[in-house]
């Protein structure tokens, strides 16, 4: 989560390294990441202090409260400056995690001695003798700027400033008005908005022994912007003893408070979300065990002849009686049995057979990406040792950004060999697969680098941070350049002498059967508007949506208001469950679209398991403009397209998931029946 990884920003360890293997990609991806995840120390210490030791306080970034994309470096407004003299500033040294996280240390220079209390110490002088600077700070402070400070890893938020408009400046007069009588000397008729500033930061620290449990900053001292003014900014320090344990100092930051009551209230709300979810399960298996007893017990087990009853049932007769449908009242074998037409056809390859195979193989392994993300994330603990070296303790948020860098590398290799297997399945073509095997490996990363330019560049124009940095960009391209894209390749070859061509449950005809909604005229063959792929696609994505959107906002709210999401357990038993409903959903719209004897069930199937992301994106444009509060070009930018990779992301793991799921249903119920 974007906010979930400020907790931890500071601090990294060195990648263990890897053991000996014979894979060379192996091997290229060890010295990658070995090199870049090197440690960040934010001190020489290992979390213990002794009486009097410096304290480095380090900042982060600076920008609008509702604006969480748009960041700028925490130097870059009049009222956040160096302090004028002292220590030696500091500088970190940045790991992979760091940057890919998009984050810029700065050393504060701020000198806060462990236990040692500060009083009204003077940090630096600003005089507002510029129009143009005064403007910015009286935007800074109505757009509700906020900075990011890190002591000892731990994470303190503050306000630039406040904003008064000018009804509250009166409503304020007039009060001081009354208690001061006479003395007032502004009237509160003349009151006109005005912007304040905060020229006081006041820590409080608290402490258990010789270790740091939690960090308090609260801004004092406002005066109005005013041109020619002189301010002096200052800062004190008070120590607290406290009897917290500090390998719990961070549950405070928990969405869930270390009461289990904070931003998302009681984890009960997600219990309940994850019960509703489970009946959402039960009620879409329910559906697809119906589906298979009808299509299995009524129309094989029921009738061996296969293709002679099938001949009956489009013939509109009973096949156990020969009388008309009509007359025997038996009008759900009619409903039923059209599936069984279809064998000749069911298995024909799907059409833009390429694009189907790229999104397979990118689908199936942004799924392992995701699920092991998930899994590392619960074997992680925001807060770490409170023993140990500070080389062998690391950043969480960084490691765990650096393996999931490693994990999509090395899922390469199960990309390419799902995206070749699908193309050879259905084509032996000695020349397409090339062209197959070099646009699976680039879809993907060539939509990130895309999006990720698009906003660097717009972030530049506005002066903002981008959104990763060109070396950063130069690192990802080394990465999968040396291991992705081998992998890639070596998948799409293991798979390309493994798997047979045109080995299905029952022989493909070598002419294609007419689809009912091609040929609309003929008789008997109306398509039915339940059936049609549209109506199919808006049900299929219906349970599937219901079951998350509770998860969905609390992912929202984490990622886009600087909150803290420790909930990663249920994120991941909600991800199985929209898993297990999406291929239920898919299953149930597949079986459907035969029975209309159309056998395209290949794009149906992916495309009904990821029809819950269209809901989501409606979602998430509702969010946008009802309760995000986000404005700006840059924010909005920023939002929509983080929005579109994840959807997409979504998109692409959910219909592979589902188009598994439904091509062992697929083969299942064909595999009994008998071909010509």
């Not at 236990?115 to 940090?123: F, L, S, T, W």
């Not at 009237?187 to 022994?209: L, R, W």
């Not at 390429?354 to 590392?376: C, E, I, K, N, P």
């Not at 994106?617 to 397209?641: D, I, N, R």
Request: glycine residues 8%; neutral net charge.
């Amino acid at each position: 989560m974007h906010s979930a990884a400020t907790s931890s920003r500071v601090r990294s360890r060195a990648l263990h390294p890897l053991q000996s293997s014979p894979a060379l990609a192996l091997l290229l991806l060890g010295l990658c990441l070995g090199v870049l995840a090197v440690p960040v120390r934010a001190d020489e210490h290992d979390h213990r202090y002794t009486q009097g030791e410096s304290v480095v306080l380090w900042a982060n970034k600076v920008g609008p409260y509702h604006n969480p994309s748009e960041i700028y470096p925490y130097y870059s407004l009049p009222g956040l400056c160096p302090p004028s003299s002292g220590r030696p500033l500091l500088q970190p040294r940045p790991s992979l995690g760091l940057l890919l996280q998009g984050d810029s240390l700065a050393d504060t220079g701020l000198s806060l001695p462990f236990r040692r209390a500060v009083q009204g110490e003077r940090v630096c002088e600003v005089t507002l003798d510029k129009q143009d600077v005064l403007d910015t700070l009286n935007e800074a402070v109505q757009q509700h700027y906020w900075y990011e400070l890190i002591l000892d890893e731990l994470p303190v938020y503050g306000m630039l400033g406040e904003f008064i408009n000018a009804e509250e400046m009166k409503a304020e007069l007039e009060a001081q008005q009354a208690t001061q009588g006479d003395a007032a000397q502004v009237a509160p008729a003349a009151a006109q908005a005005q912007g304040f500033i905060y020229t006081h930061k006041s820590f409080s620290v608290h402490y258990n022994g010789d270790q740091i449990v939690q960090v308090d900053l609260t801004s004092e001292n406002p005066r109005p912007l005013t041109l020619g003014e002189r301010y002096s900014f200052t800062y004190s320090v008070s120590w607290q003893p406290s009897t917290a344990p500090f390998d719990e100092r961070f549950a405070r930051y928990d969405s869930g408070g270390a009461d289990g009551v904070g931003a998302f209230g009681s984890h009960s709300i997600h219990w309940v979300a994850l019960f509703n979810s489970f009946m959402f399960v039960l009620f879409i298996c329910g559906l697809v065990l119906l589906v298979l007893n009808r299509a299995v017990k009524h129309s094989l087990i029921n009738g061996g002849e296969g293709p002679l009853r099938a001949a009956s049932t489009a013939a509109g007769k009973d096949p156990e009686s020969g009388r008309l449908l009509a007359e025997s009242g038996n009008n759900d074998t009619l409903e039923d049995g059209r599936w069984r037409l279809l064998s000749g056809d069911v298995f024909r390859a799907p059409s833009h057979l390429r694009l189907y195979a790229v999104l397979m193989g990118t689908g199936v392994q942004l799924l392992f990406l995701l699920v092991s993300a998930l899994v590392l994330s619960l074997l992680f603990s925001w807060s770490t040792p409170s023993t140990g070296d500070s080389d062998e303790r690391a950043s969480a948020t960084s490691l765990l950004t650096v393996l999931c860098l490693g994990l999509y590398a090395l899922s390469s290799a199960a990309q390419g060999y799902v995206s070749s297997a699908v193309f050879k399945r259905h084509s032996a073509s000695h020349t397409e697969w090339k062209r197959t095997m070099l646009v699976t490996a680039l879809f993907y990363p060539l939509l990130l680098l895309g999006v990720v330019l698009g906003l660097n560049t717009l972030s530049l124009l506005q002066g903002s941070v981008p959104v990763l940095s060109g070396g950063t960009i130069a690192v990802l391209l080394l990465v999968w350049l040396c291991v992705s894209a081998p992998l890639s390749l070596a998948g799409t070859l293991y798979a390309r002498s493994r798997v047979p061509t045109g080995v299905f449950p029952c022989r493909v005809n070598a002419i294609r059967r007419l689809i009912p909604s091609e040929n609309p005229g003929a008789a008997g063959h109306g398509q039915s508007w339940r059936n049609s792929w549209w109506v199919l696609l808006a049900a299929a994505g219906v349970l599937p949506f219901g079951s998350v959107f509770v998860e969905l906002y609390f992912v929202l709210v984490s990622f886009w208001h600087s909150s803290f999401l420790y909930v990663c357990g249920f994120l991941l038993l909600v991800l199985v469950v929209l898993l297990v409903v999406s291929a239920c959903a898919s299953i149930v719209a597949t079986y459907l679209l035969l029975n209309a004897e159309d056998y395209r069930w290949a794009w149906m199937s992916f495309q009904a398991g990821a029809a819950s992301t269209g809901y989501m994106a409606l979602y998430v444009v509702y969010y946008f403009f009802a309760k995000s509060g986000m404005s700006g070009a840059l924010q909005t930018a920023c939002f929509f397209a983080y929005a579109f990779v994840a959807l997409v992301t979504l998109a692409l793991l959910t219909g592979a998931a589902a188009s598994i799921a439904t091509r062992a249903f697929v083969n299942r119920i064909y595999s009994y029946t008998k071909a010509d």
